[in-house]
């Protein structure tokens, strides 16, 4: 008997619960639902009906706090208002099964912080066999603090800046306007506002205080300058910062020419020369450039110690410049090294080659005579006693 009475007892609570059937829902939904102050966000408003049941009109109140802005309500296929204080209203010939309603235009205001919930509340949909609205449930979504550290823009001025800024790209060229560009500037942003962003002198370590004009200045031997750029102490940029290399209208020649002690008289455009020592066995040389800045020694340091085998009489001594921005352009010195005859007393006077001359001469008592058989002068001196 006891078992009769409690199984009508749960019959009878069966039949008492409310059965809530609905025919037709709405759902929000923002993306990722990641923003931030500033943003501007399409969120889609979707339909779902039950079989059978054919919606015409939907209604919606929207709910959100004062940190967002409701700006368009766009319908997909319906008809109806924008936004219409603060409630979306469409309707149309009937959509069965799932369908979307349309596109709502939300703006992130400055004051956003954290998170916001849109609600879509008080939703009445209307379908074709029954004039009476049928309210369903509210539909919500979340938009959460999208909070990055990168830039969110890179700008130059008196320079080019490559490639192409991207927020997630953290290396870049400046290539400024000119061989004489003294200075230039850069305009960096923070996508956070809360971040800081500081920029240094990346080879010194030196905090650039006026982005806006900066000296080009390059050290530690380095032809470029090296910024970096660090965005709420997370994320690093470093932005090489380079001026074109001037055209070398100079030459390589030479400033200077020592050889074994003897210094040779240097003529421009001459790169042929003969010196003659007592000794070619070890002599030094030494020799400076004219244009140092732009030009260096293909494969010599100086000064260099020369040495040849003890019984040679003569030596070639070959020095190539080269212009340090193109190697393909060289100058060539051959400078004739002989040893002094000790025969009839010479005492290892120096011989130098004349270009302006075609004979030589021969210093005899103080006397000059020209001798035709060729372009080199001999200086040669000897005592009155030795005649």
Request: aromatic share 8%; charged share 15%; hydrophobic share 35%.
């Given at each position: 008997?006891?078992?009769?009475?409690?199984?009508?007892?749960?019959?009878?609570?069966?039949?008492?619960?409310?059965?809530?059937?609905?025919?037709?829902?709405?759902?929000?939904?923002c993306g990722d639902g990641k923003v931030k102050a500033g943003d501007t966000i399409n969120c889609v408003v979707k339909g779902q009906s039950d079989a059978g049941v054919?919606?015409?009109?939907?209604?919606?109140?929207?709910?959100?706090?004062?940190?967002?802005?409701?700006?368009?309500?766009?319908?997909?296929?319906?008809?109806?208002?924008?936004?219409?204080n603060g409630k979306i209203e469409v309707y149309g010939d009937g959509a069965?099964?799932?369908?979307?309603?349309?596109?709502l235009s939300i703006k992130v205001n400055d004051s956003f912080n954290g998170s916001a919930v849109i609600t879509l509340k008080n939703v009445i949909y209307?379908?074709?066999?029954?004039?009476?609205?049928?309210?369903?449930?509210?539909?919500?979504?979340?938009?959460?603090?999208?909070?990055?550290?990168?830039?969110?823009?890179?700008?130059?001025?008196?320079?080019?800046?490559?490639?192409?800024?991207?927020?997630?790209?953290?290396?870049?060229?400046?290539?400024?306007?000119?061989?004489?560009?003294?200075?230039?500037g850069i305009n960096a942003v923070a996508d956070n506002n809360s971040d800081t962003v500081v920029i240094t002198n990346g080879h010194t370590g030196t905090t650039i205080t006026n982005p806006s004009n900066i000296a080009?200045?390059?050290?530690?031997?380095?032809?470029?300058?090296l910024l970096?750029?660090?965005?709420?102490?997370?994320?690093?940029?470093?932005?090489?910062?380079?001026?074109?290399?001037?055209?070398?209208?100079?030459?390589?020649?030479?400033?200077s020419l020592t050889v074994g002690g003897k210094s040779i008289s240097l003529v421009s455009g001459q790169t042929n020369y003969t010196v003659t020592l007592s000794s070619i066995t070890s002599f030094q040389v030494n020799a400076t450039l004219k244009d140092s800045e732009n030009f260096e020694f293909q494969d010599l340091t100086f000064?260099?110690?020369?040495?040849?085998?003890?019984?040679?009489?003569?030596?070639?001594?070959?020095?190539?410049?080269?212009?340090?921005?193109?190697?393909?352009?060289?100058?060539?010195?051959?400078?004739?090294?002989n040893k002094a005859s000790?025969?009839?007393g010479n005492n290892g006077g120096g011989v130098t080659t004349n270009p302006k001359t075609g004979g030589s001469a021969a210093i005899i008592m103080g006397i000059v005579l020209i001798i035709s058989f060729g372009a080199t002068i001999f200086f040669y001196k000897r005592n009155m006693s030795q005649l």
């Open positions: 008997m006891k078992k009769i009475k409690l199984f009508s007892l749960m019959m009878l609570a069966v039949l008492v619960l409310p059965i809530t059937a609905h025919a037709a829902s709405i759902n929000i939904s054919t919606v015409t009109e939907i209604e919606a109140t929207l709910d959100f706090p004062s940190s967002l802005t409701a700006q368009t309500f766009t319908p997909n296929g319906w008809e109806g208002n924008s936004i219409a069965t099964g799932s369908f979307n309603i349309g596109t209307y379908n074709s066999t029954d004039s009476d609205g049928k309210e369903v449930p509210n539909s919500s979504t979340t938009l959460t603090e999208n909070i990055s550290h990168y830039l969110k823009s890179l700008t130059v001025t008196n320079g080019t800046l490559s490639p192409n800024f991207d927020a997630t790209k953290t290396g870049y060229v400046i290539a400024l306007e000119s061989a004489t560009t003294a200075s230039f080009f200045e390059t050290s530690g031997g380095n032809k470029s300058m970096k750029i660090v965005v709420g102490d997370a994320v690093e940029y470093t932005i090489a910062v380079s001026r074109p290399t001037p055209p070398v209208t100079s030459s390589g020649e030479l400033a000064p260099t110690t020369w040495s040849s085998n003890a019984n040679a009489t003569s030596n070639v001594i070959r020095i190539v410049t080269r212009a340090k921005s193109d190697y393909s352009k060289t100058m060539e010195y051959n400078i004739t090294v000790s025969s009839g």
